[in-house]
Every structure is written in structure tokens, then in C-alpha cells.
Nanobody, 126 residues
């Protein structure tokens, strides 16, 4: 059974940083692309960032470019989202997810992912 567990969320002030982690078990982590999504109250789940299976390619939503950075450690079966210069509009529950196609060329839709974590809450106060 595939399990994804996020950690690292919390309450911070505007301009602060957080690092989210996602630990994967139950599958060959290094074979698949990984992504981060977020969902604010009353809004749809939206794409934040994604990384290819090798880590060579990374993708970001325009709203987080230049502030967030995604990375992965295939040996540890973890991937990370470094979030800098956080803003109140970044407040949401953040979810990590993984695909089931190694050479995927689509990353921005929740439908591209088959396994999800339970989410970690990030709250940014102004």
C-alpha cells in the first residue's frame, strides 16, 4: 500500500519560511514524478509545484515562482517544498502527491496524480 505523509506545516508570519516534507512508502519512490498542491478554504485544490522522477525538471505555479523550491532525495524516499517569503495568500492545506507514469509530461492537474497524502496546514499571518 502506498502511503504519503506530509510534515512541516505550521503558523508563521508574512515573510517567514517553511520547509514541507513528504515521505513515501510502499512503492519505488525514485521512479515517479512528485507534486505539491494546496487547497485554501472555499477554493479548489491548485497546483503548486512538481518535480520529475530524476529531479532534473521542476515546475512551479506562477504565484510561487521565485519563492518556493521543490527538491527530492530518492535515497530517503522523500521530497520537499522550501517556501520562502511566505504571504497570507499562501495559507492553505498543502498536499503531496505522486503519479504512476515515470515519463509524464503533465504535472499541473490533480487528475495527473494517483496517490495523495493527508495534507499539512500552513497558515501565514500578516
Amino acid at each position: 500500500q502506498v502511503q504519503l505523509v506530509e510534515s512541516g506545516g505550521g503558523l508563521v508570519q508574512s515573510g517567514d519560511s517553511l520547509r514541507l516534507s513528504c515521505a513515501v512508502s510502499g512503492r519505488a519512490f525514485s521512479l515517479y514524478p512528485m507534486g505539491w498542491f494546496r487547497q485554501a478554504p472555499g477554493k479548489e485544490r491548485e497546483f503548486v509545484s512538481a518535480i520529475s522522477w530524476s529531479g532534473t525538471y521542476t515546475y512551479y505555479a506562477d504565484s510561487v515562482k521565485g519563492r518556493f523550491s521543490i527538491s527530492r532525495d530518492n535515497a530517503k524516499k522523500e521530497h520537499y517544498l522550501q517556501m520562502n517569503n511566505l504571504k497570507p495568500e499562501d495559507t492553505a492545506v498543502y498536499y503531496c502527491a505522486t503519479q504512476d507514469r515515470r515519463y509524464s509530461n503533465t504535472f499541473a492537474s490533480p487528475a495527473d496524480y494517483v496517490f495523495w497524502g493527508q495534507g499539512t496546514r500552513v497558515t501565514v499571518s500578516s
